[in-house]
T-cell receptor
Framework: DSGVTQTPKHLITATGQRVTLRCSPR?????VYWYQQSLDQGLQFLIQ???????AKGNILERFSAQQFPDLHSELNLSSLELGDSALYFC?????????????FGPGTRLTVL | AQSVAQPEDQVNVAEGNPLTVKCTYS??????LFWYVQYPNRGLQFLLK??????LVKGSYGFEAEFNKSQTSFHLKKPSALVSDSALYFC?????????????FGTGTRLKVLA
């Protein structure tokens, strides 16, 4: 158990809908990262927050947004969902912001868009 | 363009034999390199990283990796494979961009250790 929790475990929704994925980092970790893992695109880094501020941005679509709250949990919002958004979404956390530390991954949220 | 390549989709090795999982990268500057492992239905687990210093890095579960700057490679190795090492392995690179940084993961290599 990495200490990172993600809810929900599974999510099934329809095209055009909006969903919110939640992540709680390990105790003491200030950085949260979001990743998308799909069969055709592999593991893609989406975005990173450190202590409430956005620190690094990857291949995140404009339909997606994230935020980190004062209690350090983070939410990834996916809107206007398309079939191609079906994937496993991972959250990870680390102590620092610079990307030099190991990241601890949560178990993931499996999103299915029908 | 910045990239990370894991040229083998799958590697098969007999238990007790040495294993190598290959990773090459193409990024500007001095990248930080990582290996992660993913077991079925689980998130990724950190194995090891190279930031600077000794080119041979030792990590978890007896794994090690060798950084080769001239060949831009960071191959993962283990002297004696276990059946329990069977999993999906990802190489990752962290590199700098103006004012920020980015991660790229390889496509993953499935390691199968045969008893």
């Amino acid at each position: 158990d990495s200490g990172v929790t993600q809810t929900p475990k599974h999510l099934i929704t329809a095209t055009g809908q909006r969903v919110t994925l939640r992540c709680s980092p390990r105790s003491g970790d200030l950085s949260v990262y979001w990743y998308q893992q799909s069969l055709d695109q592999g593991l893609q880094f989406l975005i990173q927050y450190y202590n409430g501020e956005e620190r690094a941005k990857g291949n995140i679509l404009e339909r997606f947004s994230a935020q980190q709250f004062p209690d350090l949990h983070s939410e990834l919002n996916l809107s206007s969902l398309e079939l191609g958004d079906s994937a496993l979404y991972f959250c990870a956390s680390s102590v620092l912001a610079g990307g030099v530390n190991e990241q601890f991954f949560g178990p993931g949220t499996r999103l299915t868009v029908l | 363009a910045q990239s990370v390549a894991q040229p083998e989709d799958q590697v098969n090795v007999a238990e007790g034999n040495p294993l190598t999982v290959k990773c090459t990268y193409s990024v500007s500057g001095n990248p930080y390199l990582f290996w992660y492992v993913q077991y079925p239905n689980r998130g990724l687990q950190f194995l090891l990283k190279y930031i600077t210093g000794d080119n041979l890095v030792k990590g978890s579960y007896g794994f090690e990796a060798e950084f080769n700057k001239s060949q831009t490679s960071f191959h993962l190795k283990k002297p004696s494979a276990l059946v329990s090492d069977s999993a999906l392995y990802f190489c990752a690179v962290r590199f700098l961009l103006p004012g920020t940084y980015k991660y790229i993961f390889g496509t993953g290599t499935r390691l199968k250790v045969l008893a």
